[in-house]
């Protein structure tokens, strides 16, 4: 699959957001990599400050990003229809950690 493909892919899932949500996103950065350097098999990375844990001394700072590693989902993924899957469920995963939404939290809603 190419990098274009799998960057519309990520979009799509992002367009999937309820718009309530995506407007209360604040200074993040969603990108997409081949692979996270030290554990290759990670699928996504949320890196910031969670909005639950901004203070009023928050700002001034490098948005937060949230990366999608494309050869980790392709390699879990048998089909296209399986890729897309993935990739909204890594990208709704990686946002709910932008939200505050710990890991236990996330596998009991069934999104681990």
Known sequence: ???????????????????ELTAAMDN???LVADRHDTDPELLG????VALTERTSSY??????RITIYQDAILDVCDSEDDVVHEVAVTVVHEVAHHFGIDEATLHELGWG
């Open 59 to 64: 700002g001034g700072v490098l948005p937060d």
């Open 28 to 30: 993040v950065v969603v």
């Open 1 to 19: 699959m190419t990098r274009r493909r799998f960057e519309e892919l990520v979009a799509d899932a992002l367009d999937t957001i309820p718009p």
């Open 45 to 48: 990375l949320y890196e910031g």
